[in-house]
């Protein structure tokens, strides 16, 4: 069965930093595209950032390039979203998302709260 799980969200004031993670467990990770969305409170669902089998391979939503990095670790079968010089705009739940094409899967989500 797999499972997704997150950690490391939290409030934190404006230009702060944080580090969130998604461990799965129950599927091959290394086969699998991973991406950070967020939803921020009475706004859609949005893409954060994007990383391919290649850690070479990132794409960012540009509200947050130069500021959020996003890595893998095929060891850990972990994700992670490094967000540095955050604003009170990306305050938000966050979630990760992995693929392999044919399904997808999401965390249950982390909240972020960016607040002085």
């Known amino acids: 069965q797999v499972q997704l799980v997150e950690s490391g969200g939290r409030l934190v004031q404006p230009g702060g930093s944080l580090r969130l993670s998604c461990a799965a467990s129950g599927l091959i990770f290394r086969d699998y595209l991973l991406s950070w969305y967020r939803q921020a409170p009475g706004k859609e669902r949005e893409s954060v950032a994007h990383?391919?089998?290649?850690?070479?391979?990132?794409i960012y939503a540009d509200s947050v390039k130069g500021r959020f990095t996003i890595s893998r670790d095929n060891t850990r079968n972990t994700m992670y979203l490094q967000m540095n010089s955050l604003r009170p705009e990306d305050t938000a739940v966050y979630y990760c998302q992995l693929t392999d094409g044919a399904t997808i899967y999401w965390g249950q989500g982390t909240k972020v709260t960016v607040s002085s």
């Open positions: 990383i391919g089998w290649s850690e070479d391979a990132t």
